[in-house]
């Protein structure tokens, strides 16, 4: 099956810091979504982008279907954007299945 | 109001007993699933419902049963509950292809503790 990889694992930022979280997946997919875990267990969601580029305040995101790989850049970091960062993918083949990356947990320092 | 809703939030049992988690969405979507997370955070899908139909059964014991009385609605019931069932359980809904294509929305969980 599909493996869906995140980097890096772990990411200690001080406040006000940027940073890229990297998704590389090893077949087509035709929907791609990143998630937010905040320390409360919630998984927010954060961007719907299955191919290019969508902004929304100080995290934006870019996949390259073609690639294989989906990017999620935060900018001006915070403390409340501490957490877990998960990308999940849905196959070509895969309808109704989505897998889930491995995460990067992020801690933001004040 | 919230979307996908699940209840309980906390669920502390002991082995061997029988529970039922509950999840509810009022965003009109036709798919619903369920998500084990594990201690180490790896969130893996067990279960897809289509429409009421049950579409994927990521090879789950027997002891898991899903189901859905409708499209807005998917219980899960866990039989003979074990150790290794602890976990947070996550039900999320979406629209999926050919009658739409919206991104997956997510419950709050439920943290089950077996003791």
């Known amino acids: 099956g599909i493996q869906v990889e995140q980097s890096p694992p772990d990411l200690i930022l001080q406040e006000g810091a940027n940073s890229t979280l990297r998704c590389n997946f090893s077949?087509?997919?035709?929907?791609l979504q990143w998630f937010h875990q905040n320390p409360w267990g919630q998984l927010i969601n954060l961007f719907y982008?299955?191919?290019g580029t969508k902004q929304n305040g100080r995290l934006s995101a870019t996949t390259v279907a073609t690639e294989r790989y989906s990017l999620l850049y935060i900018s001006s970091s915070q403390t409340t954007d501490s957490g877990v960062y998960f990308c999940?993918?849905?196959?070509?083949?895969?309808?109704?299945?989505?897998?889930f990356g491995t995460g990067t947990r992020l801690k933001v320092l004040a | 109001d919230t979307a996908v809703s699940q209840t309980p939030k906390y669920l502390v049992t002991q082995m061997g007993n029988d529970k039922s988690i509950k999840c509810e969405q009022n965003?009109?979507?036709?798919?619903m699933y369920w998500y084990k997370q594990d201690s180490k955070k790896f969130l893996k899908i067990m279960f897809s419902?289509?429409?009421?139909?049950?579409?994927i059964n990521e090879t789950v014991p027997n002891r898991f049963s899903p189901k859905s009385p409708d499209k807005a609605h998917l219980n899960l019931h866990i039989n003979s509950l074990e150790l290794g069932d602890s976990a947070v359980y996550f039900c999320a809904s979406s629209q999926e292809p050919p009658s739409g294509n919206q991104p997956q929305h997510f419950g709050d969980g439920t943290r089950l503790s077996i003791l």
């Open positions: 965003l009109g979507h036709d798919t």
């Open positions: 982008i299955p191919s």
């Open positions: 077949d087509s997919v035709n929907n």
């Open positions: 419902y289509n429409n009421k139909e049950l579409i």
């Open positions: 999940a993918v849905r196959t070509t083949s895969g309808t109704y299945k989505y897998i």
